[in-house]
């Protein structure tokens, strides 16, 4: 005999949260109800975790045509960084992730969060240098950074 339960945690071996999946009546009784990874499935919680689930996937169908718009108003686009730098042009530090993001912002009118800015490696000299941004995670839009010497 089996129950229908709701999992409210990923569980080992038996699925993940917001699943609803058949355990045995004594599983659920004795381990997953008490221990709160799971609750009974009944006809109304099953119809609005549907609710929610449907609402989620908007969601992040949303958050994804966002983020291709975003992309295609910056692939292909360039900026300029101005930092103090030797005369062989070795930086005097590095350009951060926050300094390109705040430039994307002051010179594109695009405001980016600085964790979205990939660096291979840290940016300590003069140059130009191909930045990828991480916009959501099936969606990435190259930007041309120079770095100039500043005056």
């Known amino acids: 005999m089996d129950r229908k339960v709701i999992l409210l945690a990923d569980v080992k071996g038996v699925g993940h949260k ?8 004594g599983y659920a009784a004795n381990y997953l109800l008490p221990q709160h990874l799971a609750i009974d499935a009944t006809s109304d919680r099953v119809a609005t975790l549907s609710k929610h689930k449907m609402a989620v996937s908007q969601e992040k169908d949303v958050a994804l045509a966002r983020a291709q718009d975003l992309a295609a108003k910056l692939t292909g686009q360039s900026i300029t960084v101005h ?8 930086l005097y530090g590095a350009i951060t992730p926050d300094e390109i993001a705040e430039a994307i912002g002051s010179q594109l009118g695009v405001s980016v969060e600085k964790r979205t800015v990939s660096t291979d490696e840290p940016i300590k000299a003069l140059g130009v240098y191909a930045i990828a941004l991480k916009l959501h995670p099936r969606v990435t839009a190259l930007v041309s950074v120079t770095v100039a010497e500043a005056a």
Do not use: C, E, L, Y
């Open 83 to 90: 930092a103090k730098a030797t005369p062989q042009g070795r």
């Open 18 to 25: 917001n699943d609803v999946v058949s355990v045995s009546v």
